[in-house]
């Protein structure tokens, strides 16, 4: 068997950019995320919508796309979104099927907001809300796979949420 090293292959890595870009504008249009992420209160969806320029600077802070998370006392809520398992899709390999992860981290003393209702959840609820069976820039379906805890410290913890993305192209 003769494998071809010179000949470019297709690939389309590059499409993952356009999708994380899909993904946090979704995030930075809903005002019910933002207010559980910027707020650490209970009431936090009682707060008044973010103005354009706090939206802006929620991105990269409170919304990443680079797992690299700071932390201070006064931190907030954060959700971390990064593509993983790529893999050929079998219909055309142009394409890459994938896994998206989307870490919801919450500061333990920001849980509980009131009716037993906890701050992840309610993240999640959101997120799941605009994900799940849906699609971005064309590409295959988003399909919910799981919710694992994921707990960083006494201090901090959450959630990863895993979605499938197969491409049906």
Not at 13 to 39: G, P
Not at 59 to 76: A, G, H, T, W, Y
Not at 117 to 123: A, F, G, S, T, V
Request: aromatic share 8%; glycine share 4%.
């Amino acid at each position: 068997m003769k494998i071809d090293l010179v000949t470019p292959r297709n690939s389309s890595f590059e499409s993952s950019a356009k999708d994380l870009q899909k993904i946090t504008s979704k995030f930075l249009d809903n005002q019910k995320l933002l207010k559980l992420l910027k707020y650490s209160t209970f009431d936090a969806l009682s707060k008044p919508d973010l103005t354009n320029e706090e939206k802006s600077a929620m991105l990269n802070n409170n919304i990443r796309v680079v797992p690299k998370l700071p932390f201070n006392d006064s931190q907030e809520s954060v959700v971390i979104v990064t593509f993983d398992s790529f893999m050929e899709n079998g219909n055309n390999p142009e394409f890459r099927d994938n896994i998206i992860m989307i870490d919801v981290l919450c500061p333990v003393s920001s849980w509980i907001m009131g009716d037993y209702m906890l701050r992840p959840y309610k993240i999640m609820h959101e997120i799941d809300g605009m994900l799940n069976r849906s699609r971005l820039n064309g590409i295959g379906k988003v399909d919910f796979v799981s919710a694992n805890s994921l707990i960083l410290s006494e201090e901090l913890a959450g959630f990863t949420l895993v979605y499938r993305v197969i491409n049906d192209v």
